[in-house]
């Protein structure tokens, strides 16, 4: 069952490593587009870039679907901050296929950070996981 919490300027959702919640994340940032209205174009390039972060941790990080998918926005002023985490296995960033080509985690990164104005992702500070995160800036 997906969580919700609020605290000042930032939502945090919890849902089952499930490809049906990804929705859910969509729809939150619908949700945050009301408090700071954002132009269509920006808010379809968030929905990319967190359906993208989300589908690599439902598809990557549990071998059986067991697990969850931790996702963090905060919306400050000038910027949309986006945090995608999972306890799974983890991944190595720019991985490729035995062809040498980005594999289908890759390119999802490659479309986050084109998206993105500021983008990491790695291991989560605890070692168990992985964690993204994209900074999106908001004009005035």
Same mark, same amino acid.
């Given at each position: 069952m997906p969580t919700e919490t609020a605290s000042n300027n930032a939502v945090r959702l919890t849902i089952p490593a499930k490809p049906e919640y990804i929705t859910l994340l969509r729809l939150a940032l619908t949700g945050l587009a009301a408090l700071r209205p954002l132009p269509e174009e920006t808010l379809g390039d968030l929905k990319l870039a967190v359906t993208e972060a989300a589908s690599n941790s439902v598809r990557h990080a549990y071998d059986n679907g067991d697990g969850v998918v931790e996702v963090v926005y905060? $919306?400050?002023?000038?910027?949309? *901050? =986006?945090?995608? &985490?999972?306890? %799974?296995? @983890?991944? =190595?960033? %720019? &991985? +490729?296929?035995? +062809? @040498?080509? $980005?594999?289908? @985690? @890759? $390119? %999802? *990164? &490659? *479309? *986050?950070? &084109?998206l993105a104005d500021e983008f990491e992702v790695g291991n989560r500070p605890d070692g168990a996981g992985s964690r993204l995160r994209f900074v999106k800036l908001l004009s005035e």
């Open positions: 905060e $919306l400050d002023d000038d910027r949309l *901050i =986006v945090e995608v &985490a999972d306890n %799974g296995q @983890g991944f =190595v960033p %720019g &991985a +490729r296929d035995d +062809r @040498g080509d $980005l594999d289908e @985690g @890759g $390119l %999802g *990164i &490659a *479309i *986050i950070q &084109a």
